[in-house]
């Protein structure tokens, strides 16, 4: 089958389908093709901190409200392991109703998915698509995919790939391996966690804490073969080694969930655009969840494309001022991005003793210099607009 379409979007995930959404019901013929089969729900356990700017794209959207149960974040506690420094962010001092919220990726996905499929004919939503290849043919992009068995494929004016960066070959890819892995599981503790997110940074990669309904959920990123050893141990071990870590602030903490091991990168290409094509989200800067930037980055990847394409109009779809102008708009807030959570990752995750002094003093600088902290604040919230 050939088929025709304005937009196609390669890729259901989050970011797809949040731009999906965004250009439903704008009288742009969109295609949304997703790998995973109808009724197969995503089976991914990481928790995601969405950020209080990406609670408002998501209630224009339409899908907040059927979000629920999220966590509100009201303060952010950041502190590093053997050494001085801490910092404490609070939504009151940013003068914001949350610095953001706790959901995890399959309710968020489970949502839009929900979402995408109310929106009836605004919206061509294909799933168990497995994309092989995007082509640039006769001035139109030509996507090629097999469902249900059958090679398929669609021509439009513009592809954007949300693929998360899976399909090989559609652009070069720039790549720092962390030499981390993320372990994610929930875990309850014996204080109330009074919606504080924490932040500690130790020598061997970042420990998050997000509260999560009562319970919290953690992302302990270490050296791969730590991360390994510590999915392996009794839970009583487990829970001794993060306490080493991360102390006694909540009182004793039982492990609640199952362990999950993530691979940590920063993957990125160094042009988001190719001809009628572009990349948004993961398939265009996978970075390391220190400081939960990526779903959140993405999602305004998403939202500015919509903005730019229905700006431009159908006849610019794909055309190159309409590729340069959505370039141009991205390039700060992605650029930032990628560099703030990878200086993250570099400046903290060492044992030398003169960086660890280095961070101290930035923590306590962060901490009591109120516009520094209400730069962070709102870079993190609005990301280079903010
Ligand atoms: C442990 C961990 C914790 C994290 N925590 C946070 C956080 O707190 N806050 C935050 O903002 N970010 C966080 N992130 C990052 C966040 O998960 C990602 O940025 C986000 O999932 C990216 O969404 P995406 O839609 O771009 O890609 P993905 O989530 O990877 O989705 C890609 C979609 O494309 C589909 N697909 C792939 N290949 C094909 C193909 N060939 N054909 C058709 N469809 C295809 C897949 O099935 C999938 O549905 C975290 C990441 C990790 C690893």
Redesign the pocket.
Known sequence: MNDAADVVI???????AALALALSGSGLEVTL????PAGER?SDP?????SYGSRLILERLGVWAALAPVTAIDRIHISQQAGFGRAALTAAEARLPALGYVAD?MQLHATLHNALQDRGTALRYITG????AIRDVEAVSEVE?TAGGVQQSVRARLAVA??????DGVADMRSVDYRQS?V?TRLHSELPHRNTAFERFTSGGPIAL?PSGDDLAL?WSAEHEQAQALCGLAPAEFVAQLERHFGKRLGALAIEGKRSL?P?ALRYVTQVTKKRAIL????AQ??H?VA???????LRDAWELAEEALRSGREALGEPGMLKAYAARRRLDRGGGIWFTDSLVRMFSNDIAPLRAARGAGLVLLGCVPPLKNFVVRRMTFGARG
Do not use: C, H, K
């Not at 093709?33 to 995973?36: M, P, S, W």
């Not at 948004?280 to 398939?283: F, Q």
């Not at 939960?292 to 993405?298: A, R, T």
């Open positions: 390669i890729g259901g995930g989050p970011v797809g093709l997703e790998a995973r995503a990481r928790p995601l901190a969405l990726y698509a497995n994309v092989s995919f949300a693929d998360g960066g899976a399909l993320a994610t997000l992302i993530f940590l948004i989200g993961n398939a996978t970075l969840p939960g930037q990526g779903f959140n980055l993405g």
